[in-house]
Structure formats: structure tokens, C-alpha cells
Nanobody, 124 residues
Framework: QVQLRESGGGLVQPGGSLRLSCVASGSRFWTYFVKWYRQAPGKERELVAAITTTGGDTIYADSVKGRFTISRDNAKNTVYLQMNSLKPEDTAAYYC?????????????????WGQGTQVTVSS
């Protein structure tokens, strides 16, 4: 079991950058797939990026490709989301999700953990 805590959100101007962190406490974090999701008011939750247990493979939503980078440091039990060239439409609450069973595309088991989220607001 893991507990997840996101940080790094805030208010940034269009074109700016932020780096979100998802820090895990608990055991064997290196065995978990990790995803970043976001949800804007009145909209459905959207997958932003995902990373495999070793960090060797990643996927991104089309809307963030070339601007966002997901990475992980298993020695620090942390997954990062580097967000560059931010746009107003990136404004949302960003959530970290971790699970053990499945693939980078989908979870197949019952382990499914979420953080509380961190707010990102892109506005001038």
C-alpha cells in the first residue's frame, strides 16, 4: 500500500513552467505504475501522462505532447511532471495515481491509489 502526496501547483502566466511532484510513502513504490490525471471544473477527468515502473516507457495525452514530461526517481519515491509552455487550458487540479497490476495503459488489479491533488492555474 502507498500514500501519495502531490505538490508544486500554483499560479503561472501563459508560457510559463511548473514542476509537479508526487511523493509516495509506503513500500515498494518501484513496483507501481504511475499516472498523472487532471480535472477542470465542469469537465471529466483526463489522463495527462503515465510512466512504467522503471521509467523506461511513457505515454502522453495529445494535448500535452512536446510540452510535458513525466519522470520518476525511485530512490526518492517520487514521480515528476515537468510542464512547460503552459496554456490557460491546462488549468485544472492535477492528481497522481499509482497501481501495481496491469500495463501502462490500464490497471487490471485492485491496487489503486490516489493523491489529494494540486491546483494549477494558468492565467495572466
Amino acid at each position: 500500500q502507498v500514500q501519495l502526496r502531490e505538490s508544486g501547483g500554483g499560479l503561472v502566466q501563459p508560457g510559463g513552467s511548473l514542476r509537479l511532484s508526487c511523493v509516495a510513502s509506503g513500500s515498494r513504490f518501484w513496483t507501481y505504475f504511475v499516472k498523472w490525471y487532471r480535472q477542470a471544473p465542469g469537465k471529466e477527468r483526463e489522463l495527462v501522462a503515465a510512466i512504467t515502473t522503471t521509467g523506461g516507457d511513457t505515454i502522453y495525452a495529445d494535448s500535452v505532447k512536446g510540452r510535458f514530461t513525466i519522470s520518476r526517481d525511485n530512490a526518492k519515491n517520487t514521480v515528476y511532471l515537468q510542464m512547460n509552455s503552459l496554456k490557460p487550458e491546462d488549468t485544472a487540479a492535477y492528481y497522481c495515481n499509482a497501481y501495481r497490476e496491469g500495463t501502462i495503459w490500464s490497471r487490471t488489479g485492485t491496487s489503486d491509489y490516489w493523491g489529494q491533488g494540486t491546483q494549477v492555474t494558468v492565467s495572466s
